[in-house]
């Protein structure tokens, strides 16, 4: 396939696809929410090729469990799919209406972004989330999954697009990309792809934003912190750092990085440090934190029986520059003197992304959440809730730690721009110019 | 200077600019007015200095009508500041607010961008506005003018840069590079520089988009067309075409192609054609335009007596193909056999920027309007209108053809992003994920 003619086409189908009206594109979401159910079984005997093709292959067994396509899987999506269709129009919303003059008027008008990359991992159900929420607003999207989802993710696509054709989308407006160097190609098409949002690994990511003119949505790393400020309650400290840390460890949202004000550091980590090494947390701090818990497992050895070997926690002294995004059970660990400290440390370490602040008071909360520079700024909560369905957008495409456009995680508002139209009576800018004509501003 | 080095600094101090209250922001805001009017003799003495470098070095004369800076163009930025004042804060909007559940409220709220590198043409008036708008946008800026006004630039911006201290800004929040080099190394500081806005020559846009990883906001090309619809009141057509091609020739917004309905096409240049010629505006057109041309020339030699050779128009057949942005007095011209091909030639050959439909018919205004994907599109006005003032931004930092975040013209919603606030009270996400908890959103 010539992915540069396909997009092309793609580029001169996507200002039609964009004038869809909110029924019809309703009426495709129904029918692949349709022709899903119906082709069940077809769908659940491609993902098994997938599945043997992970067993022969010795796919280790969470991948596997993200690979497969059952029944549930099915029963969600079609849910996901059902509840986009009840959610309002993204798109010809008017976001500014102004007179400029008599007879002279303004609008801002949402529209679709237009043609749209995603490359995501080897999910079945990332492919058609995804695909709905292009569908929903408007955009033309080429899509490129994981090769261990190819028979799965083939079938899927085949559906997705016989519905849309048949809700009287134009031909090529969606398209599937199976191989990889298709990517490269992909890459190159700057002239006719407008967003590139790409999910995967750091060093996926970092290569697609490091070879493409076209703009890229999306974050390369997710170093989240939660800072244990003086007058944090202890109660909350554990619960939320535990689930930030368990609940999905190799989610972005995931905390990897604790500071811990110093007035309260040897409390808080007599209570953290049987909690992190009782759920099997490798701990990297500082040396001021190995500090204390080394005099913790030494007042603990005296108080009881010695724990035997196994049972040591992994704790190894480290600088703050070595703190890094670990997507595994392991978190770093530093000391601060005080709130600024913090805020310092995480917007110059952190990527942006969520950061938390565990304190009951308000003020040293507001100003965290002022000052700290990430798309998400929590008080007294998992850093794990950053998130599409969380926050009550039905879904998301990938969340964002650019500034520009859509922060934070993504769902139908982030797919779509505006245009102004302007509709005039022969208006000219030269009797503006000259005094003849003066502007004469109302918002409508 | 080592820009790197002073950009990180900036980076620093950017949170302490955006936790800046409106009502210190518009008080440096006044004090730059102020000092401004207090210093006026010591700046147009500066000025008199580029003015006297332009001089002995034959600097065109439209180049040093911009370069100039005197009581007028005082009066005009004095007056632009005391509008931006008035304007409502931009910051510390909340666009949503919804409750997740009992307890847990998440907030979008504005916030500046950050730090943002402004790269603008020899305009004294240019280096007030924009950074006006950003100190009234709670954003640090890097600002680096054209070397023809070096001595205005410098002053001015001393001014400026004293007031905002003043006014309590953190030290190094705006900075002045003075050196040509120092945009190279800028444009590497894709850690600490969140948005750069280049203004200047396609060429040198164009090089700053292909040089750095800092997102960019602006347009390289402004080839913005006017289509001219079998409806057209051939009444607006002509008055609107001189507009947008001669109110400011060097305009981004200035038409460079007209498209005319094959069905009026002899109609419409039978009256354009003087017109044009008139306004020794020269023509590129394609072979059935300068045919059409050459038979109105015939007609009128038999009608009258023959012109002489100076009057006698600039007319040359070209492709499609060769048309393009001139800046210049010369416009291209096709005949297209309808509503669609205009269409599919703007959105192939234009570059999203700005396109009008002259027409009586408000169902094609409204087809032309949906399809043509630009920034702007315009029924029945000129081209020109596509500007910051004339929709009533009070200004703008430039006209943006890229599709994420600002479109069009960009005043000060333009430099502003958000971020999300979640607000709870120990919540954790593992208590939703096994249904201990569930969630409860409500918009508020």
Redesign the interface.
Known sequence: MNIREEVKKM??A???V??MSNVQRNKALSLVAENLQKRADEIFAENKKDLEYADQNGIAPQIVKRLKFDEGKLRDVIAGINQLIQLPDPLGKVTLS?Q?DEG?V?NRVTVP??VIGVIFEARPDALVQISSLCIKSGNCAILKGGKETTYSNRILFGIIYDSVIQAGFPEGSYLQAEQHNEIDELLECDDCV??LIPRGSNKFVRYI??NT?I?V?GHADGVCHIYVDKAA?V??VI??I???KT??TAACNAVETLLIHRDVAEDILSKLYPALKSEGIAIRGTKEVTDIIAKIEAAQVELSQPTDASAAADVETVEETDFREYLALIVSIKIVGDEDEA??HI??YGSHHTDAIITEDDDA?ARF??????????????T???DGF???FGAEVGIST????A??PVGLEGLV??????????????D??TGKST?N?KDL
């Open positions: 580029k001169l996507a200002p039609h964009a004038a102004r400029l002279l303004l972004i237009g407008d967003l934003m490091d003119k703009p949505m309650d109660e909350k619960p939320i535990v689930d930030a609940q999905y805020i310092e917007n110059k909360a959440m002022q000052l700290v520079d990430s798309a998400g700024v929590y008080q007294n909560c998992s794990r809730f950053a969380r926050y009550g650019s500034k520009l456009h922060r934070g721009t505006y245009k102004y139209t302007l509709k005039g009576e022969g208006q000219i800018v030269g503006y110019a502007f501003f």
